[in-house]
């Protein structure tokens, strides 16, 4: 027998599937309905579902999956769920992000306990009553829950999660749930059209799961005609209203505008029967139009090991857009590979850069090209951040060539150095599972009065967000500070270094913490908005020299 899932007469449910290809853009369609519907006043929050047998991302290449996202109570997420907190506003949970892997390993344990009393343990109905009871764990907390469905729909690793959802609106009522499917219409350029076919056959194989479209949202490089937006309708069987192009735009976050402009937000309330509450979208609209005419500009490296792939950074790269967008500045990030730097090509890469950011990782791999980077924004004047890895590498370069240890490292790129600046956390040298195990979450951080970190935050105690094993040496504290490093930020127990500065530098500041992972459309991150001011700095002092030459 199925799982009883109380009803709740308060909670609309919304799912959004994607059709043809990947990478269409169901998040950011998620993120930009959660937020239309939260600026008309509704309480509203987003359930990425995501049908891979890997528990979390955690333990991904960023290659093949992009930067993951962690929240607050250190779950590790997909990606998706940063963008539902940019749009938002607001910080989500480990209960936003399901995946396969979690399902089955929950039921798994289930049926170890015995708790299926002798049953036959199936895919129907005991994997679709967990991902239903996931789906409804926010229940009556909120007036609506949108849920994207990961992948595209007819790939096989999705088909339970369909029957979920298939089962659900029938649970709640047709009233309460709202099936949307994004959707690409090419355009053939051999035949100067573009093509509905892709975007039939997607419908159509969603309705072979039993689950009827109320809504298409159609990719496109340009505007449907009225004619492609009527075939679509008519072959697909829903009504020419609701059949909604997504075309390209400047920035994502003129999504949400294009969304309200064709009713989108409208058109839900009323197929779920909601009030049609006045839609306030001033302050978004001032944010985007920063973005798309800035009176300034600025140019900053961001130096890694995952460039080719741009969603491995995808929140560093989102975060200059929000503090671009306060700077009034447009941010040109050069994506720098940090294994093709060195010494001999460093200067010529980055003389004319107006700040480099040195991102997070793993491993030894491009470590030498990251700490040529920074010695040579040190030396230079250039504004510097380092990220995590950026931080330590930071640490390791200014112990080799300011205090004068030159083997000194972190014993995660070489276990039998004689000066490990960088060292394993005590914690974590018991530890030997690799998923789920590192330092994860939102952690406090003391901030010393007087220091640059201070004045960008103005607070005492900060919160932001960790994902790390490794951890400033105590031991070297007292060496480091000697020579001019300032350990600006502390935990609590001021036994973890969480932000370094330095003394003699214009804008030198390295944290542990990935302050990316809190920056939001409009309001941005405290330390992005700093650097890019820095940045900004840096530029008119280089502009006003060659004025005076």
């Known amino acids: 027998m199925e799982e009883n899932i109380e009803k709740s007469s308060e909670t609309k449910y919304i799912f959004i599937f994607g059709g043809v290809v990947s990478s269409l853009g169901k998040g950011i369609a998620s993120a930009s309905l959660g937020l239309l519907l939260k600026q008309r006043g509704y309480k509203v929050t987003i359930i990425k579902l995501d049908p891979y047998i890997n528990v979390d991302p955690g333990t991904m290449n960023p290659f093949q999956h992009g930067e993951v996202y962690v929240t607050d109570d250190g779950a590790e997420t997909d990606l998706d769920l940063g963008h539902y907190e940019r749009f938002l506003g607001y910080s989500l949970s480990k209960a936003n992000n399901t995946t396969a892997g979690q399902v089955y390993y929950t039921v798994i344990l289930k049926e170890r306990e015995g708790q299926y009393l002798g049953k036959t343990v199936q895919v129907i109905p005991h994997i679709t009553d967990e991902i239903k009871r996931r ?3 926010f229940d009556g907390k909120f007036d609506f829950v949108i849920v994207e469905i990961g992948g ?6 999705s088909l ?9 609106a029938i649970e709640r009522g047709f009233s309460n749930a709202l099936n949307i499917i994004l959707t690409y219409v090419p355009y053939i350029k051999s035949a100067g059209e573009l093509k509905t076919k892709p975007t039939q056959h997607s419908v159509k194989a969603l309705m072979e799961h039993g689950i009827v479209p109320d809504i298409i949202l159609c990719r496109s490089e340009t505007k449907l005609s009225k004619e492609v937006r009527s075939k679509i309708s008519l072959f697909c069987n829903v009504d020419e209203e609701s059949v909604i192009d997504v075309y390209d735009v400047e920035t994502i976050y003129e999504v949400p505008l294009v969304l309200s402009k064709n009713n989108l937000d409208e058109i839900v309330l009323r197929k779920l029967g909601m009030p049609e509450n006045t839609l306030d979208l001033e302050e978004w609209r001032t944010f985007v139009r920063k973005i798309k005419n800035p009176q300034h500009k600025v140019k900053v490296a961001l130096v890694g090991k995952y460039v080719r792939y741009r969603d491995s950074y995808k929140s560093i790269l989102e975060a200059f857009v929000h503090a671009g967008s306060i700077n009034n500045t447009a941010v040109e990030v050069e994506l720098i ?10 200067h010529e890469k980055l003389k004319d850069l107006d700040g480099v950011l040195v991102g997070p990782g793993f491993g030894r791999r491009g470590i030498d090209g990251k700490i040529c980077a920074i010695q040579y924004v040190r030396e230079n004047g250039i504004p510097f951040f380092g990220i995590c890895l950026g931080m330590q590498c930071a640490i390791i370069e200014f112990a080799r060539n300011v205090c004068g240890l030159k083997d000194a490292n972190s014993t995660e790129f070489d276990k039998k150095t004689t000066h490990n600046v960088i060292d394993l956390m005590e914690e974590q040298k018991k530890i030997f599972n690799k998923g789920g195990t590192m330092r994860l979450g939102q952690y406090p951080c003391k901030i010393i009065p007087g220091t640059l970190a201070h004045s960008i935050y103005n607070q005492d105690i900060i919160y932001e967000r960790h994902r790390h094993r490794y951890e400033v040496n105590n031991k070297y504290r007292s060496l480091l500070e000697s020579h001019g490093m300032v350990m600006s930020g502390l935990s609590p127990d001021n036994t973890l270094v969480e932000m370094i500065e330095l003394k003699d530098h214009p804008w030198f500041i390295g944290v542990q913490f990935h302050p990316e992972l809190k920056s939001r459309a409009v309001t941005g991150a405290p330390l992005f908005i700093g650097f890019i001011k820095a940045a900004l700095k840096h530029r008119k002092m280089k502009e006003h020299k060659l004025e005076e030459v």
């Not at 595209?152 to 690793?157: A, L, N, P, Q």
């Open 160 to 168: 339970p999660f369909l029957e979920a959802v298939r089962q659900f």
């Open 152 to 157: 595209t729909v007819g790939d096989i690793e």
């Open 337 to 346: 590979d940090s294994e093709e730097l060195s010494p001999s090509n460093c």
């Open 135 to 137: 789906i409804a764990v």
